[in-house]
């Protein structure tokens, strides 16, 4: 089955910026929508963005997220990246990545309804203020 690996994530000031991958491997399928999720301490997993195969980019339709968030990737190795920028506290989280046989839907996920979506293990984000 398919395996992912984040990377990219670490303390930053509050203000900063980093870019999270995501690459995946062994994975069939010839399409496929990579998505982002994060979960802070205490609080549900909710998903920030997805894009897919053919480029299209979904965004979580939320003032916290908007304008901050870019989702971007390389296809010819399927990695996908998470740029954030202006980090705020409120952003510490575990990031996850996913991919599935799908495509984007809205507000931040994949549209998957017949397939198994993986997940990789994530990595933390820490912002200090």
């Known amino acids: 089955q398919a395996q992912l690996v984040e990377s990219g994530g670490g303390p930053v000031q509050a203000g900063g910026s980093l870019r999270l991958s995501c690459e995946a491997s062994?994975?069939?399928?010839?399409?496929?929508?990579m998505g982002w999720f994060r979960q802070a301490p205490g609080k549900q997993r909710e998903g920030v963005a997805a894009i897919d195969s053919s480029g299209r980019t979904t965004y979580r339709d939320e003032d916290s997220v908007k304008g901050r968030f870019t989702v971007s990737q390389d296809n010819t190795k399927i990695i996908s990246y998470l740029q954030v920028s202006s980090l705020k506290p409120e952003d510490t989280a575990m990031y996850y990545c996913?991919?599935?046989?799908?495509?984007?839907?809205?507000?931040?996920?994949?549209?998957?309804?017949?397939?198994?979506?993986?997940w990789g293990r994530g990595t933390q984000v820490t912002v200090s203020s």
């Open positions: 062994r994975y069939t399928y010839s399409t496929y929508c």
């Open positions: 996913t991919v599935e046989p799908g495509r984007v839907g809205s507000g931040g996920y994949c549209y998957n309804p017949e397939h198994e979506t993986y």
